[in-house]
T-cell receptor, first 113, second 113 residues
Framework: GEQVEQLPSSLIVQEGASVLINCSYTDSASVYFPWYKQEPGKRLQFIIDIRSNMERKQTQRLTLLFDKKTKHLSLHITATQPGDSAIYFC????????????FGKGTHLHVLP | ETAVFQTPNYHVTQVGNEVSFNCKQTLGHDTMYWYKQDSKKLLKIMFSYNNKQLIVNETVPRRFSPQSSDKAHLNLRIKSVEPEDSAVYLCASSRDSANTEVFFGKGTRLTVV
């Protein structure tokens, strides 16, 4: 079945820095890749997504790149703030079973003031 | 407020007891899910329902049983809990299939002593 790998597992940066979170998946039938953020004590929150017919998506300080050939995604966060400290999850769902989203293990981001 | 609501927030119980968790969504979505998040923050799909129909039933022990009275409610019952059931159980919903943004509840933290 589909597997989603995420690296790094944790990141500590100074406020204002940019970060890159990498994600890879195994099932070439995967078509939809949402990312979620989980702040301490809060619910998982959708932040950005991309579909397999796109290469790039940008919203505010987030840029999501998708490479279908290498089955790789990367999330770039610019001008980080302490409020960005959270666990970031990459996920994938395949067209044949659209009701099953597989999550990566998460990247713990700590932004120091 | 439109969201996904879970009760209780926390539950502590002894091995062998039965527990039941409730979930309601007021977003008008057709699809609901149960996820398990362990102590390392790993997220695993357990069940998916679409319009009260079970769509996804992952390799989950038989002591776990979902119950859906209508498309806005999806409860989770665990008969005879075991120590490895200690986790946060996240309920979620989406508009149709999982190829759209998924909205999560705040979770129910189960501790089995």
């Amino acid at each position: 079945g589909e597997q989603v790998e995420q690296l790094p597992s944790s990141l500590i940066v100074q406020e204002g820095a940019s970060v890159l979170i990498n994600c890879s998946y195994t099932d070439s039938a995967s078509v939809y890749f949402p990312w979620y953020k989980q702040e301490p004590g809060k619910r998982l929150q959708f932040i950005i997504d991309i579909r397999s017919n796109m290469e790039r998506k940008q919203t505010q300080r987030l840029t999501l790149l998708f490479d279908k050939k290498t089955k790789h995604l990367s999330l770039h966060i610019t001008a980080t703030q302490p409020g960005d400290s959270a666990i970031y999850f990459c996920s994938a769902s395949i067209n044949t079973n659209a009701y099953k989203v597989i999550f990566g293990k998460g990247t713990h981001l700590h932004v120091l003031p | 407020e439109t969201a996904v609501f879970q009760t209780p927030n926390y539950h502590v119980t002894q091995v062998g007891n039965e527990v039941s968790f409730n979930c309601k969504q007021t977003l008008g979505h057709d699809t609901m899910y149960w996820y398990k998040q362990d102590s390392k923050k790993l997220l695993k799909i357990m069940f998916s329902y679409n319009n009260k129909q079970l769509i996804v039933n992952e390799t989950v022990p038989r002591r776990f049983s979902p119950q859906s009275s209508d498309k806005a409610h999806l409860n989770l019952r665990i008969k005879s809990v075991e120590p490895e059931d200690s986790a946060v159980y996240l309920c979620a919903s989406s508009r149709d299939s999982a190829n759209t943004e998924v909205f999560f509840g705040k979770g129910t933290r189960l501790t089995v002593v």
